[in-house]
Every structure is written in C-alpha cells, then in structure tokens.
C-alpha cells in the first residue's frame, strides 16, 4: 500500500500564493504518475494537474494554467503544487493522488491511492 499526506494548506488573499505538498509512504516503487484534484464544496472532485515519474509530462487543467506548476522529488517522494495568482473560485479541499500508470490522466479512476486532503481558502 502507499499513503500520501499532503500539507500546505491555508487561509489566502487574492492574488496570493500557497504551496502544497503531498509526501508519500509505503510502497513508493509502485507510483508512476502523481497529480492533484480539487473539491469544492457541493461539486465534485476535479482534475488540476499530473505529473509523470521523470518530470518530463506534465498537464493541467485550463482554469490554472499559467498560475499553478507542479513537480515531484523523487528522492523525497514528494510531489508540490506551486499555487500563484490565487483566485477565489480556487477554493477547495486539494487531494494529492498516485497511479502505478506512468500515463498523464485526468480522471479519479485512473488513480490508485489518494490523500486525505488539505484546505485551501482564498478570500476575495
């Protein structure tokens, strides 16, 4: 099995930026692509962005393109989400997520293991 724990969650002001964090435990030989989902409240879980193993194919979704940048250390087994140009629309619960597929989805089932999530507020 593998865990992931994110942190780096929190209370923002428009225009600011946070940087999330998700570490994972346990089985990390088995995790190929990484990425983050968000849920707001009443919506359902949606795609922001993934990121393969070596870094080398990365996607995002188009409401954060050009503010947010994800990247990974594999020697940490860390994947971060670096937030810019916070908007309030961006508020959520932000779930990191693995999948043993070394393919780029965008879909909550392609995804194997999930995170507990962390709080993301951005006031207007």
């Known amino acids: 099995q593998v865990q992931l724990v994110e942190s780096g969650g929190g209370l923002v002001q428009a225009g600011g930026s946070l940087r999330l964090s998700c570490a994972a435990s346990?089985?990390?030989?088995?995790?190929?692509?990484m990425g983050w989902f968000r849920q707001a409240p009443g919506k359902g879980r949606d795609f922001v962005a993934a990121i393969t193993y070596s870094g080398s194919s990365t996607a995002y979704h188009d409401s954060v393109k050009g503010r947010f940048t994800i990247s990974r250390d594999n020697a940490k087994n860390t994947v971060y989400l670096q937030m810019n140009s916070l908007k309030p629309e961006d508020t959520a619960v932000y779930y990191c997520?693995?999948?043993?597929?070394?393919?780029?989805?965008?879909?909550?089932?392609?995804?194997?293991?999930w995170g507990q999530g962390t709080q993301v507020t951005v006031s207007s």
């Open positions: 346990g089985r990390t030989f088995s995790i190929r692509v």
């Open positions: 997520a693995a999948s043993k597929n070394n393919v780029v989805r965008t879909t909550t089932p392609a995804y194997d293991y």
